[in-house]
């Protein structure tokens, strides 16, 4: 289980609170790497998002019944800075791609673009 504080913990101590239990925590991580250390030696298991057990074929990736979880995440840069050329460009290609998705109604459940101006 990860620390105090990590928005992980909060979501997985919640989640299994509307389900009527509360789990049993023997060992606490700071780091993601050291949870999946604790999960792939046999000392638990945890909640982690798909992407950091894509390729780790020692361990058993079970997903979420429907609805799944989800997270906010956000592009944060400087307001008062304007964006190096690479920045710009990957913040271009996000926005673009959330368009598209949205635009064919392939956009996962709950997920929504919000847009702030970026001065020029």
């Known amino acids: ?17 509307r389900a009527g239990f509360d789990p049993t925590i023997a060992i606490e991580g700071g780091e993601m790497d050291a ?9 638990g298991v945890a909640v982690v998002p798909a992407t950091v057990v894509a390729n780790r074929t020692d361990l058993r990736v079970t997903p979420f ?14 307001r008062d800075v304007r964006l ?3 920045a710009a460009e990957l ?4 926005l673009s791609y959330l368009d ?8 996962p459940p709950r997920t929504r673009r919000r847009y702030t101006a970026v001065p020029a």
């Open 35 to 43: 949870v999946l250390g604790f999960v792939a030696v046999g000392l």
């Open 100 to 107: 598209t998705e949205a635009a064919a109604g392939t956009l």
């Open 1 to 17: 289980m990860f620390r105090h504080g990590y928005d992980l913990r909060t979501f997985t101590m919640t989640a299994c609170q």
């Open 65 to 78: 019944a429907q609805p799944s979880p989800s997270r906010v995440v956000a592009l944060a840069h400087r």
């Open 91 to 94: 913040r271009a290609t996000l």
């Open 84 to 86: 190096p050329r690479a």
